[in-house]
């Protein structure tokens, strides 16, 4: 008959044996995993080649300037656009009305002010007024004199001077 000790081995060949058959079903399940974790990471690296490619697209200067021109009115700052801070007018009060006159017109800012809302016959008529005369002599409470400009000469362009968006 069999002994007790062939019955201990045989058993525990047993157990070793499922063991070493739950543990390589672990390592094969584990390698699956990994290969598709790497194959994910291969997608991953070759989506962010793409997106590089098109963001290099996207950026190439060339084709911003070509939008840019399409699809805005912005052109190359001129020398003539360019001001001393003494030549930009102080902010108004809100609801007061500017008339400016063309840019290539003189070399100073020319603008006259009107408390309505002109029509074309108004804006002739503050356009023909002759700028009142400047006083050095600040007025009673320290205030600052507003600025007095000149008078228009050509097209009025009425603008909303410091209006809130």
Not at 7 to 36: D, K, M, N, P
Not at 58 to 72: F, G, I, S
Not at 94 to 101: I, Y
Not at 136 to 158: F, I, M, N, R, W
Request: hydrophobic share 45%.
């Amino acid at each position: 008959m069999i002994g007790k000790s062939t019955i201990v081995w045989v058993c525990l060949a047993t157990v070793a044996s499922g063991i070493l058959y739950h543990t390589s079903y672990r390592v094969q399940e584990q390698a699956e995993r990994l290969s598709s974790i790497n194959r994910q990471i291969v997608a991953e690296q070759e989506a962010i080649q793409v997106l590089k490619a098109e963001w290099a697209y996207l950026n190439d200067p060339a084709r911003l300037e070509r939008l840019v021109a399409q699809h805005t009115a912005l052109k190359p700052v001129q020398v003539a656009q360019m001001v001393t801070l003494d030549a930009i007018p102080e902010k108004l009060p809100e609801g007061v009305l500017v008339a400016e006159a063309p840019a290539a017109a003189a070399p100073a800012p020319r603008t006259q002010v009107a408390a309505a809302a002109p029509t074309k016959t108004d804006a002739a008529k503050v356009a023909a007024k002759p700028a009142p005369k400047k006083t050095d002599a600040p007025k009673a409470g320290g205030a600052k004199p507003a600025p007095q400009a000149a008078p228009v000469d050509g097209p009025v362009l009425l603008a909303r001077y410091g209006a809130r968006r």
